[in-house]
């Protein structure tokens, strides 16, 4: 008994840094990656976009996961976890540089490819980082140490919102007040000086980062492998292939799933408060409702599991409260709608940590591979917004067009536009059902 009370204590003190340090990447994957709230309705006005195109900014960001996953596990066998971190650190610095030039032209496709650039270093970051701190302690705990990490990434992405809206939202309601009244020059003039409040906000952000690329370097990160936390019993050998695991597949596509609901949840509450006539000066704190709910929630979890609650409970109590809280969205109307909305990340927060150990239990040897697999279901928030983004110009299209006032369509619309969360929620409940359990032995 003393001997396991020792060992328990010595595993806590040996990775109690190195889940400091991973929180502290989870820190700014979430300051960069929620930013993109404020960033919709930003580029909206000085691109002069639809709500379609704002949500590129999203899915510039997420198809990167796509593009660059394997590539990053590939980069992460080679070199391994802490120059890969260190190097994915950089290429975001750099992505933020090249705001500069897009600020100065005023040219939406070179502000994607800065976002596109900054995804393509935190898929490095997220493709080491999850399986690293899911590998790093008892499976069943998994989703614990996760937790951790996403009160460190939400509380960073409140603060980015707030940060962010409030140097790139001020005074957004007056411009588009004026951009209606004056002549091309002016108008041209009015949002060249908005989209050059961009430069400096993004400079720090790459001086920041090029910093913790270097810091990173130094940090004392030791060497973990799925095999020292796998059971016996699962030993992979019996697998030949990474296709033998239907429950990764199934979670690769929950995960996918949930990354959309996650990101609308998170990037369109602010547009949506617009839409619903609430000034940008208010709706810029709506993301951070949002995200306060996720860490709230996170924070329950990391009392939770796996004490009192199993991962996959977890999981299910998730996706039957976000089905619930899709219905009060569309069914409700104004601010009442809008803390729904927000209320979503109650619904989220614990089903990124549960669908990662559900989804690599028993993978031994290709937890590499399923890693970046996973890493590509990001993409979700890729796709699944812009969705959202076409339901809504079509629907307000179809309002107009019967003799509805552009305000009302645009409110309704964009409220109708919440259903496309019932069936990923729903994928969301059949994994935690059922779909985790495919093909893993008991």
Same mark, same amino acid.
Not at 56 to 67: D, K, T
Not at 199 to 220: E, H
Not at 341 to 360: D, E, F, K, Q, Y
């Given at each position: ?77 080679? +070199?391994?976890? %802490?120059?890969?971190?260190? @190097? &994915?650190?950089? !290429?975001? #610095?750099?992505?933020? $540089?090249?705001? *500069? ?49 996403? +009160?460190?990434? %939400?509380?960073?992405?409140? @603060? &980015?919102?707030? !940060?962010? #809206?409030?140097?790139? $939202?001020?005074? *957004? ?270």
């Amino acid at each position: 008994m003393t001997s396991d009370i020792e060992s328990q204590l010595h595993t806590k003190k040996t990775t109690f840094i190195p889940i400091m340090i991973i929180g502290g990447l989870f820190f700014i994957l979430g300051f960069v990656t929620w930013i993109n709230g404020a960033l919709i309705p930003f580029m909206k006005t000085i691109s002069e976009l639809t709500s379609a195109q704002s949500l590129l900014v999203a899915s510039a960001s997420y198809i990167s996961f796509v593009i660059m996953a394997l590539p990053a596990s590939y980069i992460l066998t080679n +070199i391994g976890y %802490k120059k890969g971190m260190s @190097l &994915g650190l950089f !290429i975001m #610095g750099f992505g933020a $540089l090249v705001f *500069i030039p897009a600020a100065e032209a005023r040219t939406y496709w070179m502000f994607l490819t800065g976002i596109f650039i900054q995804g393509a270093g935190m898929t490095l970051l997220q493709t080491a980082s999850n399986p690293y701190i899911t590998i790093l302690g008892p499976i069943d705990s998994a989703a614990k140490r996760i937790s951790i990490m996403g +009160i460190a990434n %939400k509380i960073a992405g409140a @603060l &980015g919102s707030l !940060i962010f #809206g409030s140097l790139l $939202l001020s005074g *957004i309601d007056e411009i588009q007040q004026k951009l209606s009244k004056v002549n091309a020059t002016e108008k041209a003039e009015l949002l060249d000086t908005m989209a050059n409040s961009v430069v400096m906000p993004y400079v720090t952000m790459a001086v920041v980062l090029f910093v913790l690329g270097i810091l990173i370097r130094k940090a004392p990160l030791p060497d973990v492998e799925a095999s020292s936390t796998e059971s016996r019993k699962e030993e992979d050998s019996t697998k030949a292939s990474i296709f033998h695991f239907p429950h990764l597949w199934l979670g690769v596509l929950t995960l996918f799933m949930y990354v959309g609901v996650e990101v609308i949840a998170g990037d369109t509450i602010i547009a949506y408060g617009i839409s619903l006539g609430f000034p940008a000066a208010d709706a810029k704190f709506f993301t951070t409702f949002t995200l306060l709910a996720m860490v709230l929630t996170y924070a329950l979890g990391v009392f939770l599991i796996p004490k009192y609650i199993t991962q996959a409970l977890a999981l299910r109590v998730s996706a039957i409260l976000g089905i619930i809280l899709t219905f009060c969205i569309v069914l409700t109307t104004g601010f009442t709608s809008i803390l729904f909305v927000a209320a979503l990340g109650i619904a989220n927060a614990l089903v990124w940590p549960a669908i990662w150990p559900l989804a690599l239990n028993g993978l031994g040897r290709f937890t590499k591979t399923a890693s970046a697999l996973l890493v590509m279901a990001i993409s979700g928030g890729a796709i699944i917004p812009p969705l959202y983004g076409k339901f809504v110009d079509s629907n307000k299209a179809d309002s107009i067009a019967q003799g509805v006032s552009e305000a009302l369509a645009t409110a309704s619309a964009s409220t109708q536009g919440y259903w496309i969360l019932l069936p990923c929620y729903s994928m969301i409940l059949y994994y935690a059902i059922a779909g985790h359990k495919l093909g893993v032995k008991k």
